[in-house]
């Protein structure tokens, strides 16, 4: 899970799993407990923090 002390430049980019079985990666981290994930290529959902399970690897960008 991701917890308070985890520094915000170090979650984007991360591959994470819901409780609900969602993988996609950290994108934004927001006021509170909301984090924004991304499913596919523009597709967006906010989920609550605590629903993380587990964090799943931290993925390099695409290269050219």
Known sequence: ???RSSAA???YKRQVLTQGGIIGKITKVKEGEEIEVELAKDVKVSVIRSTIVNVLSKTEPAKK
């Open 1 to 3: 899970t991701l917890d």
């Open 9 to 11: 430049s170090d979650v």
